[in-house]
């Protein structure tokens, strides 16, 4: 079946650090590659997206680029704030919008 | 409009007591999933619900759990029996094809259970 892996955290990053959050995935056919983030206190909400080969999602400084011949989705910031410390997930959708997510890593950015 | 609604948003009962746990998603969107988020152990996949068809039941972890949608809009997860390792957030999502940018998940506020 569909797998996602990630890096377990905790990461720990000076402010303006650069950021790089593992993910590489199993699945049948060309499924669609997200990230979700989860800041304290708040529900899951949608980071970026890719949905096919070769796109690059982005949003709020943050970038993945979907690569089939690694299966892999990194998450890159290149320099990261304080109000990004969040838990991430990378997630999958495969077949009949079913969604696999990975365990989460937890970010913390220190002044 | 309107988001995911989940209620309650905090849950506390005893060990061999039933639960019930609500979602209401966004009003027009045809698939609706649960999730268990546990401490350490990210996000786990529970049952999803797309239109009118069977739903996916594969990620239930035993009998105990069971989910409904009715009028293909608000679901309930129940928990028979719970036991002190079902605490947990209990998290609903919705989306749908047809609205939105494709593929996107809502996620509700969760409910968090405490099994005492």
């Known amino acids: 079946g569909d797998s996602v892996t990630q890096m377990e955290g905790p990461v720990t990053l000076s402010e303006e650090a650069f950021l790089t959050i593992n993910c590489t995935y199993t699945a049948t056919g060309y499924p669609s590659l997200f990230w979700y983030v989860q800041y304290p206190g708040e529900g899951l909400q949608l980071l970026l997206k890719a949905t096919k080969a070769d796109d690059k999602g982005s949003n709020k400084g943050f970038e993945a680029t979907y690569r089939k011949e690694t299966t892999s989705f990194h998450l890159e910031k290149g320099s990261v704030q304080v109000s990004d410390s969040a838990v991430y997930f990378c997630a999958l959708r495969g077949g009949y919008q079913k969604v696999t997510f990975g365990i989460g890593t937890k970010l913390q950015v220190i002044p | 409009g309107a988001g995911v609604s989940q209620s309650p948003s905090n849950k506390v009962t005893e060990k061999g007591k039933d639960v019930e746990l609500r979602c209401d998603p966004i009003?027009?969107?045809?698939?609706l999933y649960w999730y268990r988020q546990s401490l350490g152990q990210g996000l786990e996949f529970l049952i999803y619900?797309?239109?009118?068809?069977?739903?996916?039941k594969s990620g239930l972890p035993s009998d105990r759990f069971s989910a409904e949608r009715t009028g293909g809009s608000v679901s309930t997860l129940t928990i028979q029996r719970t036991q002190q390792e079902d605490s947990a957030v209990y998290l609903c999502?919705?989306?749908?094809?047809?609205?939105?940018?494709?593929?996107?998940?809502?996620f509700g506020p969760g409910t968090r259970l405490t099994v005492l």
């Open positions: 009003s027009g969107h045809t698939a």
């Open positions: 619900f797309q239109g009118n068809s069977a739903p996916d």
């Open positions: 999502a919705s989306s749908s094809p047809g609205g939105g940018p494709p593929d996107t998940q809502y």
